[in-house]
């Protein structure tokens, strides 16, 4: 069974409020990452955990958060959402790091206004 | 600048057609390769992975790596309606463990 599965599908937030997706895999992988894909964009690697070491991109930093409190699971928070924050969010998760397969979720489209 | 390069941005076959997409790391640390298609309201599934110069082949789908170039070609023979869909390359640094994307691929199979 190959599944990550994303809640919510769809998310409207506020400008200013924040907002928390949630991801989750039952292939025992020991990473997962977070993507941000806007239309005409490649994915953007926002973070990852391999096993309980969160990774985060140099530019992205200080406007996104995550935990992951067992392996299956994996949050990312947004501690003050903006318009520039509606994008796809893409989870996915590897059985190692390095050069393995990714299994993706269907994605959490978030809308800000 | 993107690290992972792809051309054409849009790419229209007639069925039982060949459609070919092209990929170029600009970043040398970044050799290994993947092909993922993703279908519309579904997340990115991985094609399959080259990792080694020359052709890998599974099925329809045929791979080929240069890595004095870094580049890496997708040709899928006898294309599909359903093989309608975006197709990302995907490039991955072992020493940073991270996996780039380009921007990708959109192809329309025309029945």
């Known amino acids: 069974d190959t599944t990550v599965k994303q809640n919510p599908r769809y998310k409207l937030a506020r400008v200013g409020k924040p907002v928390n997706l949630i991801c989750s895999q039952t292939m025992n992988h020991d990473t997962m990452y977070w993507y941000q894909k806007k239309p005409n964009q490649a994915p953007k690697l926002l973070l990852f955990?391999?096993?309980?070491?969160?990774?985060r991109e140099a530019d992205t930093f200080e406007k996104f958060q995550s935990s992951r409190p067992n392996n299956s699971f994996c949050s990312l928070y947004i501690g003050s959402a903006g318009l520039e924050y509606s994008a796809m969010y893409l989870c996915a998760s590897s059985r190692d790091r390095g050069a393995e397969t990714l299994y993706f979720g269907s994605g959490t489209r978030l809308t800000v206004l | 600048q993107q690290k992972v390069q792809q051309s054409p941005e849009s790419l229209s076959v007639p069925e039982g057609g060949m459609a070919s997409f092209n990929c170029t790391s600009s970043d040398r640390n970044f050799q290994y390769f993947w092909w993922y298609r993703q279908h519309s309201g579904e997340g990115p599934k991985a094609l399959m992975s080259i990792f080694s110069d020359g052709d890998k082949k599974e099925g329809r789908f045929t791979a080929h790596l240069n890595k004095a170039s870094l580049h890496v070609s997708l040709h899928i023979r006898d294309s599909q309606p359903s093989d309608s869909a975006l197709y990302f390359c995907a490039a991955s640094d072992l020493n940073a463990y991270k996996v780039i994307f380009g921007k990708g691929t959109h192809l329309h199979v025309l029945p």
């Open positions: 955990y391999y096993d309980k070491i969160l990774n």
